[in-house]
C-alpha cells in the first residue's frame, strides 16, 4: 500500500480574530498534520470554532500565532496566485451565479493557471473533463448552475476544485442542507477522490454520524479542551468522543462506535429471540424506554422471524407488541 505522505504541518496554531482593540483567542496550541490520500473530518459543536479554523487554514484570516506549512512552505509565504495552485476550497454558501452553464463554472477552476480570461488550452480543457468524468456528473454539464439542486450544485463545486489541481482540497459544511442520501454520496465521493487522486481532503462537517464511518481521521474541536485528532476509533477506545461531546441526552455507544439517544426507562422485559427480529423489538423497547436486560420481569418477549409474542401470546407486528407490554405494565403500575 503507498505510504501517504504529509501535506500540510500546524505548529502552534492560535486561531481568533485581531483587531484594534485586542485579539480574541478561539482555539490555541494546535499541533498537526493532514497527509495525501486521506479524508480528514472536523467536529464540534456550534460556536467551537470549526469556520475560524478553516478560515485560517485557507488563509482567509491571519493566524494569531504559529504557523500553517503547505508541502513544506509557510502559508504567509504563498501568493494567491501560487495558494490557488495548491488549495481547493469549497464553501457552504450558494451560489448566486446565473446565465452560466456547469461546465462554464467548472471550468472557471482553471484561472490560477489561465487568468479569469485566459483562453483554456487542450490541457485545461482535459482536466474539466476529467473532473467532470470523476465526479461522474457528465448529465449536467450543459445545465444552467442556477437549476441545479442543493446535491447537484455541491458535486459542481466539488469538480471545479479537482479541475484547480490542487493537492489539497478544503471543504466548508459540504453536506449542509442535502438529504441524507445525498450526504452519504457526497462524502463518498470525498474519501474516493483522496484515495484515487492522492488528494489532502479536510472537511468541517456536523455529521458525527457519517463521518465516524468514513473518516480516516477526526479533528475534534471545542474552546474546553482545544482540538484532538486520532482515528474514530481511537477517539471512542480513549473516551475522547465521550468527553467532547457530552450530553444528557446523548451517549456514545462504545461497541458501535456511534452516538444514540439515551432514553429514560419506565418498564423492564425479558427478552429471547435471534436475528433481526430479535434485534429491531430491542431496538423498539429502548426507543419507548423499556429495557431488555431484566432476566426476572414478568413480561416475558420472544422475537424470531417465526414467532412474536408477549407472555406466550402471539402478536403480528411490533407495534401491537408494543401495545401489549404497554398495558401489561400500566396494569402492574395500578396494581
Known amino acids: 500500500m503507498k505510504k501517504n505522505n504529509e501535506t500540510i504541518k500546524i505548529s502552534g496554531l492560535e486561531t481568533g480574530y485581531i483587531s484594534k482593540k485586542g485579539n480574541t483567542v478561539i482555539t490555541r496550541d494546535i499541533d498537526a498534520s493532514l497527509e495525501s490520500g486521506e ?75 489561465t487568468g479569469f480570461w485566459g483562453k483554456m488550452s487542450e490541457y485545461d480543457k482535459m482536466a474539466v473533463e476529467e473532473s467532470i468524468n470523476l465526479v461522474n456528473i457528465n448529465n449536467l454539464r450543459g445545465r444552467m448552475v442556477q437549476t441545479l439542486s442543493d446535491g447537484e450544485r455541491q458535486k459542481v463545486m466539488i469538480a471545479k476544485a479537482l479541475a484547480q489541481e490542487t493537492p489539497v482540497i478544503f471543504l466548508d459544511e459540504p453536506t449542509a442542507f442535502l438529504d441524507y442520501p445525498s450526504k452519504v454520496e457526497i462524502l463518498q465521493l470525498l474519501k474516493r477522490l483522496a484515495i484515487e487522486k492522492d488528494k ?24 474546553p479542551h482545544g482540538v484532538t485528532i486520532g482515528t474514530p476509533e481511537d477517539l471512542a477506545l480513549n473516551g475522547e468522543m465521550n468527553r467532547y461531546f457530552h450530553s444528557d441526552g446523548v451517549v456514545f455507544d462504545i461497541d458501535n462506535g456511534l452516538f444514540k439517544i439515551s432514553q429514560e426507562m419506565h418498564g423492564s422485559v425479558s427478552l429471547t429471540g435471534e436475528g433481526q427480529h430479535l434485534n429491531m423489538v430491542r431496538k423498539a423497547l429502548t426507543r419507548r424506554g423499556i429495557s431488555t436486560a431484566e432476566k426476572d420481569s414478568s413480561v416475558f418477549v420472544e422475537a424470531t422471524p417465526r414467532c412474536l409474542s408477549v407472555n406466550g401470546r402471539d402478536v403480528k407486528s411490533i407495534a401491537e407488541l408494543l401495545d401489549e407490554i404497554d398495558s401489561i405494565i400500566d396494569n402492574d403500575n395500578n396494581s
Not at 39 to 48: D, I, K, Q
Not at 66 to 83: N, R, T, V
Not at 92 to 105: A, C, F, G, P, Q
Not at 207 to 222: S, T
Open 39 to 113: 479524508l480528514t473530518c472536523l467536529l464540534g459543536p456550534n460556536g467551537a470554532g470549526k469556520s475560524t479554523l478553516l478560515k485560517t487554514l485557507t488563509a482567509f484570516i491571519p493566524p494569531i500565532q504559529g504557523d500553517i506549512f503547505i508541502e513544506g512552505k509557510s502559508l504567509k509565504d504563498y501568493s494567491a496566485p501560487e495558494l490557488a495552485k495548491v488549495i481547493g476550497v469549497v464553501l457552504t454558501e450558494k451560489l448566486s451565479i446565473s446565465n452560466m452553464t456547469v461546465e462554464e463554472l467548472i471550468s472557471m477552476g482553471r484561472s490560477p493557471y
Open 200 to 223: 489532502t481532503v479536510f472537511l468541517s462537517t456536523h455529521d458525527m454520524e457519517l463521518a465516524l464511518q468514513i473518516a480516516d481521521k477526526v479533528w475534534l474541536i471545542d474552546k
